[in-house]
């Protein structure tokens, strides 16, 4: 079970923290993914962090703007956003899949949260 949280109205240049708890498996050998939805939009990958390495991958949009990190003790994973956009409103939902390897494709992760919404006004 995958719980995101910390979406909210924010003005242009704000910060929000997202938190995505996990409950009711093992995800030491896990990668937990971010991903959002605009309206009218396809759903984009935005972070991942791995479980067990804390090595991370970033969509290019977000780069030097959002910090993807995790609390293992927690089983927590946070999305950190600065300098936010109108733009990035969206629905902001978190994911898991069953391999440390990080990836990008929306098809390879499994396991999804309910999602967050983000509005960023200008």
């Known amino acids: 079970l995958l719980q995101a949280s910390g979406g909210g109205l924010v003005q242009a240049g704000g910060s929000l923290r997202l938190s995505c708890a996990a409950s009711?498996?093992?995800?030491?050998?896990?990668?937990m993914g971010w991903f959002r939805q605009a309206p009218g939009k396809e759903r984009e990958f935005v972070a991942a962090?791995?479980?067990?390495?804390?090595?991370?991958y970033y969509a290019d949009f977000v780069k030097g703007r959002f910090t993807i990190s995790r609390d293992n003790a927690r089983n927590t994973v946070y999305l950190q956003m600065n300098s936010l956009k109108p733009e990035d409103t969206a629905v902001y939902y978190c994911?898991?899949?069953?391999?440390?390897?990080?990836?990008?494709?929306?098809?390879?992760?499994?396991?999804w949260g309910q999602g967050t919404q983000v509005t960023v006004s200008s």
């Open positions: 994911a898991t899949r069953g391999t440390p390897v990080l990836t990008a494709r929306r098809s390879e992760y499994h396991y």
């Open positions: 009711g498996r093992t995800f030491s050998t896990y990668s």
């Open positions: 962090i791995s479980w067990s390495t804390g090595s991370t």
